[in-house]
C-alpha cells in the first residue's frame, strides 16, 4: 500500500503545481500587466519567490563546484522561461501561450524515450494539444512577436527540466532557491528598467508576494519533489495537465464553456498524464 500511495506522490505533486500556477498567473496579467507591464510582473514574481525560498537556509548544504553550474543554468533557464512567457501574454491568450509552450516539454519527451509506449503518450498529448489550438479558417491571426516569446518560452522549459533533472539529486532546500536567486538575477534587472519607481507601489508589493507564492515559489517546489521520482519524458507528459486544469479552472471561476473537440483534448491530454504516471 505504501508503494502504490507512494507512486501518486509526483502525480499529486504535479497537480498541486499546475493549479497554483494556473491561478497566480491569471492573478498576475489581471492585476500587475496594467500597473508594472510583462517585464515589471515578473521581476516581482520571481524576486520575490527567490527571497521566500530564503527561509529554506539553502546555506545549511554543500555545493560543488560542478552541481553550482548545473543550478545557475538551471536558474538561467527558470528566469528566461518566466520573462519570455509573460512578454508572450501581452499580445497572445493565455491557454494558447501555454499550448505552444508545451512544445518544450513534450519535445523532451520525445528525445529521452526509451520505450514504445511512451511515443503513445506523447501522441496524444501532443493531438490533444493540437485540438486546443484555434487551427480552424477565420479563427484569427496570432501576433508573430508573441508567438516568437511563446516558441523562445518552450525551449527555456525544455531547457528547465533537463537542468532540473540533473539538479535533482540535491537537497530542494538547495537547489530550488539558488536556482530562483539566478532567475532573479537575470530578470529584475530587466524589470527595473521597464516598470521603474512603480515596483515599489504598496499595493504592486504585496500583490506581488501573492503571486510569487502561487506562480513560483509553490510550483517550482512541487514540481522538484516530482522531478525526483520521474524520468524527464514522465515528467515533460504529465505536466501537460497544466492545460487541462487551467480549462478547469476557466470554467469553474470564470465561466468560459469549452466546445467538444477542446473536451475531447482534455481528455487525450489526462490519458496521456495518467498512462505516463502508471509506466513512470
Same mark, same amino acid.
Given at each position: 500500500?505504501?508503494?502504490? #500511495?507512494?507512486?501518486?506522490?509526483?502525480? &499529486?505533486?504535479?497537480?498541486?503545481?499546475?493549479?497554483?500556477?494556473?491561478?497566480?498567473?491569471?492573478?498576475?496579467?489581471?492585476?500587475?500587466?496594467?500597473?508594472?507591464?510583462?517585464?515589471?510582473?515578473?521581476? +516581482?514574481?520571481?524576486?520575490?519567490?527567490?527571497?521566500?525560498?530564503? &527561509?529554506?537556509?539553502?546555506?545549511?548544504?554543500?555545493?560543488? #563546484?560542478?552541481?553550482?553550474?548545473?543550478?545557475?543554468?538551471?536558474?538561467?533557464? &527558470?528566469?528566461?522561461?518566466?520573462?519570455?512567457?509573460?512578454?508572450?501574454?501581452?499580445?497572445?491568450?493565455?491557454?494558447?501561450?501555454?499550448?505552444?509552450?508545451?512544445?518544450?516539454?513534450?519535445?523532451?519527451?520525445?528525445?529521452?524515450?526509451?520505450?514504445?509506449?511512451?511515443?503513445?503518450? +506523447?501522441?496524444?498529448?501532443?493531438?490533444?494539444?493540437?485540438?486546443?489550438?484555434?487551427?480552424?479558417?477565420?479563427?484569427?491571426?496570432?501576433?508573430?512577436?508573441?508567438?516568437?516569446?511563446? +516558441?523562445?518560452?518552450?525551449?527555456?522549459?525544455?531547457?528547465?527540466?533537463?537542468?532540473?533533472?540533473?539538479?535533482?539529486?540535491?537537497?530542494?532546500?538547495?537547489?530550488?532557491?539558488?536556482?530562483?536567486?539566478?532567475?532573479?538575477?537575470?530578470?529584475?534587472?530587466?524589470?527595473?528598467?521597464?516598470?521603474?519607481?512603480?515596483?515599489?507601489?504598496?499595493?504592486?508589493?504585496?500583490?506581488?508576494?501573492?503571486?510569487?507564492?502561487?506562480?513560483?515559489?509553490?510550483?517550482?517546489?512541487?514540481?522538484?519533489?516530482?522531478?525526483?521520482?520521474?524520468?524527464?519524458?514522465?515528467?515533460?507528459?504529465?505536466?501537460?495537465?497544466?492545460?487541462? +486544469?487551467?480549462?478547469?479552472?476557466?470554467?469553474?471561476?470564470?465561466?468560459?464553456?469549452?466546445?467538444?473537440?477542446?473536451?475531447?483534448?482534455?481528455?487525450?491530454?489526462?490519458?496521456?498524464?495518467?498512462?505516463?504516471?502508471?509506466?513512470?
Amino acid at each position: 500500500m505504501t508503494t502504490t #500511495r507512494g507512486a501518486f506522490i509526483p502525480f &499529486l505533486a504535479i497537480l498541486g503545481a499546475v493549479t497554483c500556477l494556473g491561478i497566480g498567473t491569471s492573478w498576475a496579467k489581471h492585476t500587475l500587466f496594467p500597473l508594472v507591464g510583462a517585464e515589471g510582473t515578473t521581476a +516581482v514574481r520571481v524576486g520575490f519567490s527567490a527571497l521566500l525560498l530564503l &527561509l529554506c537556509r539553502p546555506w545549511r548544504h554543500r555545493l560543488t #563546484r560542478a552541481d553550482a553550474g548545473t543550478v545557475a543554468l538551471y536558474g538561467l533557464a &527558470l528566469g528566461a522561461m518566466n520573462l519570455c512567457f509573460y512578454l508572450a501574454l501581452r499580445t497572445i491568450p493565455f491557454g494558447i501561450a501555454v499550448a505552444i509552450e508545451f512544445a518544450g516539454p513534450l519535445t523532451v519527451a520525445l528525445l529521452s524515450s526509451r520505450r514504445a509506449i511512451d511515443f503513445l503518450w +506523447v501522441a496524444l498529448a501532443a493531438s490533444g494539444l493540437g485540438l486546443m489550438l484555434p487551427l480552424v479558417p477565420g479563427a484569427g491571426a496570432l501576433d508573430p512577436i508573441g508567438l516568437m516569446y511563446a +516558441v523562445v518560452a518552450a525551449v527555456c522549459w525544455g531547457t528547465y527540466i533537463v537542468f532540473g533533472k540533473r539538479t535533482s539529486h540535491l537537497p530542494s532546500a538547495l537547489s530550488v532557491p539558488l536556482g530562483l536567486m539566478v532567475a532573479a538575477m537575470l530578470v529584475v534587472p530587466v524589470g527595473v528598467a521597464q516598470a521603474g519607481s512603480a515596483l515599489l507601489s504598496p499595493y504592486v508589493l504585496v500583490t506581488g508576494i501573492g503571486v510569487a507564492l502561487l506562480s513560483s515559489a509553490i510550483p517550482i517546489s512541487l514540481e522538484m519533489v516530482a522531478l525526483k521520482r520521474l524520468s524527464p519524458q514522465s515528467f515533460g507528459i504529465m505536466i501537460s495537465l497544466e492545460p487541462v +486544469v487551467a480549462a478547469l479552472l476557466a470554467l469553474m471561476l470564470l465561466d468560459e464553456h469549452l466546445s467538444a473537440p477542446q473536451w475531447l483534448a482534455i481528455a487525450l491530454i489526462i490519458a496521456a498524464s495518467m498512462g505516463s504516471a502508471r509506466r513512470g
